[in-house]
């Protein structure tokens, strides 16, 4: 109940605050894009991250809540950065399953996407699987009326659902986030390749983007790539990183 009291003070008092992972294009290598993944900067307990607080967030029914605010932050960033000239970066922020089925936040996500302008393919959206499977006539209604208004849709932990090729075929989708147990095992076991090998050409096929998550080490950069990986994202290039922090990884490649 304490926490609950807290969460609902964060809320009030805007106590989260959009960190930043770059997304890096795997043939030039430079940063194309950021994942915003959302921290809770607690009074006392310092930064937390999401499993600190999003089950309870979902207990209290406040997911629908933090969608609205990451999309708008995401809205202003990019806006921000559009008028300081850096107009070809994305940012990608998460849909809950919550979310994605809530009448509130499909009602109000068209006007706050519109603030992009002509630019609202810069925002993606990740969902999981699992999300827009739980309801497939909701996800396909959501993920549709979010692809009308120019937004690029991500399938995130992608391999790790129950449906993975039906969604495939069922939902528009532009980019295939690879969950990083694929990255971590790609290496080592046959299977993993195997299954790698033939899906990426399957995702080329059908005009998707293709993702690595969890990159931790050079080899496995080079081993992505060999893959096929369109684009690279993990701790090897960077954390999840305050806005300032993401900006100074951008000054510092160009
Ligand atoms: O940042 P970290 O890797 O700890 O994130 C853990 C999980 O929390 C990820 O699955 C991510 O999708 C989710 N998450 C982080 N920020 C947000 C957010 O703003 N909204 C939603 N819906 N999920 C988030
Ligand atoms: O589930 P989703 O992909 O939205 O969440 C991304 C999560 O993965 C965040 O919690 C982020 O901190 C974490 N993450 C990002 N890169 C790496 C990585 O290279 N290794 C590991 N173990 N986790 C990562
Ligand atoms: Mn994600
Ligand atoms: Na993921």
């Excluded at 809770?40 to 309870?56: A, Q």
């Excluded at 039906?166 to 295939?176: D, R, T």
Aim: some cysteine.
């Amino acid at each position: 109940l304490q926490l609950e009291n807290e969460l609902r003070y964060a809320i009030s008092k805007s106590q989260f605050e959009p960190f930043l992972q770059p997304i890096l294009d795997a043939k030039t290598m430079q940063i194309i894009g950021f994942e915003m993944l959302t921290r809770w900067r607690h009074p006392e307990k310092g930064i937390l991250p999401p499993v600190e607080f999003l089950p309870y967030l979902a207990q209290l029914n406040l997911m629908p809540q933090l969608d609205l605010w990451t999309l708008k932050q995401a809205v202003e960033l990019l806006s921000a950065w559009q008028r300081k000239g850096l107009n070809t970066l994305s940012v990608a922020i998460n849909l809950s399953a919550e979310g994605l089925q809530d009448e509130r936040y499909l009602e109000l996500a068209p006007s706050i996407i519109q603030r992009l302008g002509p630019q609202t393919d810069r925002l993606h959206i990740e969902v999981t699987e699992n999300s827009a499977m739980t309801s497939i006539r909701a996800g396909k209604y959501s993920l549709s009326l979010l692809n009308d208004l120019g937004v690029k849709i991500s399938i995130d932990d992608f391999g790790t659902g129950y449906s993975s090729l039906n969604y495939l075929k069922s939902f528009p989708a532009h980019k295939i986030k690879f969950d990083r147990s694929f990255i971590m095992q790609m290496e080592t076991d046959k299977t993993t390749k195997s299954i790698l090998k033939a899906l990426i050409p399957l995702c080329h096929d059908l005009g998707k983007t293709v993702v690595a998550e969890g990159v931790e080490t050079k080899e496995s950069i080079h081993y992505a790539k060999m893959l096929g990986f369109d684009q690279l994202q993990g701790y090897y290039f960077s954390k999840p990183v305050p806005v300032e922090q993401a900006e100074a990884l951008l000054a510092a490649q160009s």
